[in-house]
């Protein structure tokens, strides 16, 4: 093989062999993918550096800024970046008046609480109201040249809809729940506006170099099944649908769903992501191996011991069993207090990771270093 002389060499042209756009495809890869969500932000010091100068709202739409920090996850090595944005932009943009109070996280400051609401919606136009974020994702592409895929995102109705209605985060869904049960025509109304402002939204990133998505149903767990099935699987599904036609992976993220995996499934996705209260091989035999797995390392095993770590990554590796279509994440976001060394870490693990096959009965499995064999995958997983 030939050496290059790069010193760009993170930059050089291998996309086409991707092993994440690969492994959405469910294809073989040479190792498996690994990338992170909320892998650009404080828990970097680079990124706190340029918190320290700007807003976030500031960096989200300075295309310049937002690239950068979109770029900073490349040096742990990860297979794919996400762009640095936000999925409340979108309702910022639909006149809710969007804020990040330190401390408190998201703010609406014109939040939705009845029917009559609805009306002081403004239409959204995508290219001029989120402009700045299609022009982050060819700015990223420009500047990756191919090396490693973007992943564009947006967030899932049920999720947008109850920062709209809420006026941000929340615990129990009061508002959100009281008008999806007592108004469900202006819950429909409101759902369907966002979904066809989501798809919108998601054409444009593709057309602008995103070349994979990801659907955030952060909250939907919040739903018991029935009622995810009624208030808000329709509306995602409506958003899938919409993308169809796409030649990109779709990847469906939520969390807290672990009794409702087959209805995920259903609602779409070419990559199903999973949080950790649920283990990978259950859940992908629930989703079914037709269907990619992303997931699903708890957040707070980055922090720690590094023997307690390794364990659970290997763990989840071994559960995946080295059948195609798994790409490593957590089952959330980075937390801020993350080391960044064990992120990085976690690369090298998942990357150096060998599984032991099932082999046909007779030969022999070959023992590999990192594999584990404690944690047999095929041990309850029943083929479907
Ligand atoms: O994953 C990435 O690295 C890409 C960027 C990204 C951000 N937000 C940047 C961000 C993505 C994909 C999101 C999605 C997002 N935003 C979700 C869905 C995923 C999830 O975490 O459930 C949600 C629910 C939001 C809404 C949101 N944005 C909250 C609740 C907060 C405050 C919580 C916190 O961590 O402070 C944000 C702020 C936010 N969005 C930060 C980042 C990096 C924190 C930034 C900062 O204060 O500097």
New binding site residues.
């Given amino acids: 093989m030939i050496e290059q002389q790069n010193t760009h060499h993170r930059f050089e042209n291998k996309n086409t062999t991707s092993r994440f756009l690969a492994a959405c495809r469910r294809r073989p890869v040479d190792t498996t993918p690994v990338w992170?969500?909320?892998?650009?932000?404080?828990y970097m010091p680079e990124?706190r550096a340029l918190?320290e100068r700007y807003g976030?709202l500031e960096m989200?739409r300075t295309p310049e800024l937002a690239a950068q920090v979109?770029l900073l996850?490349t040096r742990l090595g990860v297979d794919a970046l996400?762009?640095?944005?936000?999925?409340?932009l979108p309702l910022e943009a639909l006149g809710l008046g969007l804020r990040?109070v330190?401390g408190q996280?998201?703010v609406l400051e014109r939040p939705l609480r009845s029917p009559a609401d609805l009306d002081r919606l403004h239409p959204v136009e995508v290219e001029e109201s989120l402009g700045y974020v299609l022009e982050t994702l060819r700015l990223v592409r420009r500047e990756l040249n191919g090396s490693i895929p973007l992943i564009g995102?947006a967030?899932a109705p049920f999720?947008l809809a109850s920062?709209a209605i809420e006026g941000g985060?929340s615990r129990h869904y009061l508002h959100t729940k009281h008008l999806m049960y007592s108004h469900p025509a202006a819950w429909d109304t409101l759902m369907t506006q966002l979904a066809d402002i989501t798809i919108a939204y998601l054409r444009a990133q593709v057309h602008a170099g995103a070349q994979a998505i990801?659907l955030?149903d952060?909250?939907v767990g919040a739903l018991s099944p029935q009622d995810y099935r009624r208030y808000a699987l329709p509306y995602t599904r409506r958003i899938f649908e919409g993308l169809a036609d796409l030649d990109v992976p779709r990847i469906h993220?939520a969390?807290g769903t672990a009794g409702m995996l087959p209805l995920l499934r259903e609602a779409g996705g070419d990559v199903i992501g999973v949080d950790w209260r649920v283990d990978l091989d259950r859940a992908w035999t629930q989703i079914g191996y037709d269907r990619a797995i992303q997931g699903n390392l708890d957040p707070v095993a980055l922090l720690a011991p590094r023997d307690v770590l390794a364990h659970h990554v290997h763990r989840i590796l071994a559960l995946a069993g080295g059948r195609p279509g798994h790409i490593f994440n957590l089952g959330?976001?980075?937390l801020?207090q993350t080391p960044v060394e064990n992120v990085q870490y976690v690369v090298e693990l998942v990357h150096a990771y060998r599984p032991v096959r099932t082999e046909p009965p007779g030969q022999k499995t070959p023992h590999l270093p990192l594999a584990r064999t404690d944690a047999n995958p095929r041990k309850e997983a029943t083929e479907p």
């Fill in positions: 992170f969500m909320r892998q650009a932000g404080r990124y918190r976030l989200m979109t996850p996400i762009l640095f944005a936000d999925i409340l990040f330190p996280g998201p995102f967030g999720t920062y985060s990801q955030f952060s909250w993220f969390t959330h976001g980075v801020p």
